[in-house]
């Protein structure tokens, strides 16, 4: 692939292929739109402190930080004594009970989320957090907890005893992004970066409701990249998301981000580059590029690498502040769809500040795989108004939806091919720090967009976390 010859192509335009609105809705479905329908207080006093321009409640890549699950909603947090605890309520309600799971919050780096996953072979809630590049704590409840809620009660004797292992494996010293996505068989798995930032590589692990085993990696940190500007010979791939769609294939935005700053146009920029797409038809054991060409495997000695070929489907060097780690959905066809954002070359072609330049000029653009198998993608016209992330959820109708910093929400219809972009809520009355967290399950189960966000504050003054509801098109 000629990646240089194809990024002066994607800066010159928002729009990779033509639009193609045939086949994407049915004329008589409905577009868009956000009916505001409650807003409950989880914590009146969650911890708050900035760190990697984030809040740990509040970090966007962690998955799930909220979740539905047969008729329940659940949230993980830390309060503002750094306690970490797991709160539940049933669909609709505006209580949330409670419970401490036995861990408290090590450091102040917002990197040390919780994420939740349910086991459905065994209906355990998993709990992964207070990791980032070293080890981590880990929680299950009881077996059958998630599948009768309303029959047992919401205690801490419900869950076990905090551990440094998955029952016993241990994975890494140096373990970052804990993930959980439940197989479509019923099996719970664990997405993991092994090593550190800039010289890492992905992996799984996989829980059958008996006992976990380590998969191994599947992404390669070795390799030459280089730029117009110099070489790096070291990285890690950033996921945008890790998720199967209704036919069972796993599949995986990523951006990569290289150890040696030499590829950048200056420092003060970031070196993540280009836009990348892998799938899997066989739980995440080996991985395809678009074309269909096997380019890794799990556990394997050949791995997803920067020189495969197939990989890039957006192609952009790192001169623009392109973001990690933001977001991806699938469509009831199994289309993927994503959001990334970068400051687009009209602002010309070399950013000098990372976070400034992408609170001044950074932009969303939605890249999706239409019908006939092409890459297209589409500018949204919403200032990014920060260095932060944006979301991506899709309605029953295919309809897309971003959710920006400070839980504005902006939608575009699939009946038009995703070109009328327009922004619904601006996030009036929210008073929302950055990034939220989005409820996946809970679209699916009752076609309401959820979302955990936390109010502003300053230093490390405790403020109160909410949960959000909007109601999609019935």
């Known amino acids: 692939m000629n990646r240089r010859t194809l990024l002066g192509a994607a800066l010159a335009g928002a729009v990779m292929t033509p639009v193609f609105a045939a086949g994407t809705a049915r004329a008589a479905d409905p577009g868009p739109s956000v009916t505001r329908t409650g807003n409950t207080t989880l914590d009146s006093q969650a911890i708050f402190f900035v760190s990697y321009d984030g809040l740990v409640n509040n970090n966007s890549f962690q998955k799930n930080g909220l979740l539905t699950y047969k008729g329940y909603q659940y949230a993980v947090w830390y309060t503002a004594d750094r306690n970490a605890v797991v709160g539940r309520r049933v669909l609709g309600s505006s209580t949330w009970s409670t419970v401490k799971v036995g861990h408290t919050l090590r450091y102040n780096d917002s990197h040390n989320v919780i ?6 072979v065994d209906g355990r809630l998993h709990l992964n957090m207070d990791s980032h590049s070293d080890g981590f704590t880990y929680v299950k409840s009881a077996a059958g907890l998630m599948d009768n809620p309303s029959g047992l009660s919401w205690t801490a004797s419900r869950f076990g005893a905090p551990q440094s292992t998955l029952d016993g494996l241990a994975l890494t010293s140096q373990f970052t992004y804990p993930q959980f996505v439940s197989t479509p068989d019923g099996k719970l798995q664990l997405s993991y970066r092994v090593a550190v930032s800039g010289n890492g590589r992905n992996a799984l692990a996989e829980y059958d409701g008996t006992k976990w085993t380590n998969l191994g990696e599947w992404t390669s940190s070795t390799g030459t990249y280089t730029s117009e500007h110099g070489s790096s010979t070291a990285r890690n791939m950033y996921l945008h998301g890790i998720d199967y769609d209704a036919n069972g294939r796993l599949h995986s935005f990523f951006t990569w981000r290289e150890q040696n700053g030499a590829v950048m146009c200056n420092g003060g920029g970031i070196t993540n580059h280009d836009t990348g797409y892998v799938y899997s038809d066989d739980r995440g054991r080996t991985w395809r590029n678009n074309a269909g060409t096997v380019v890794g495997t799990t556990g394997g000695s050949d791995k997803v690498a920067v020189t495969d070929s197939g990989l890039v489907i957006d192609p952009l060097n790192p001169d623009h502040s392109l973001m990690n780690q933001e977001s991806q959905a ?22 000098t500040n990372y976070a400034a330049d992408r609170t001044a000029n950074g932009r969303a653009f939605h890249v999706r795989k239409n019908a006939s198998g092409t890459w297209q993608k589409t500018e949204i016209p919403v200032p990014l108004n920060s260095s932060q992330r944006t979301k991506l959820v899709l309605d029953k109708y295919n309809n897309a939806y971003a959710i920006f910093p400070f839980g504005r929400i902006a939608a575009a219809s699939a009946a038009s091919g995703y070109t009328d972009w327009k922004l619904l809520f601006d996030g009036s009355g929210l008073n929302a720090f950055g990034e939220v967290v989005i409820d996946e399950m809970r679209l699916k ?30």
């Not at 994420?115 to 459905?120: I, N």
């Not at 769809?337 to 602002?347: C, E, L, N, T």
């Not at 959820?450 to 019935?474: I, N, R, W």
């Open 445 to 474: 189960a009752d076609n309401v967009l959820s979302f955990m966000y936390q109010e502003k504050s300053s230093g490390t003054t405790p403020s109160a976390l909410h949960v959000v509801d909007f109601a999609l098109p019935a």
């Open 330 to 351: 699938t469509d009831s066809a199994g289309r993927p769809h994503a959001i990334i954002s970068y400051v687009p070359g009209r602002f010309g072609q070399c950013t």
């Open 115 to 120: 994420s939740m996953g349910v086991s459905k």
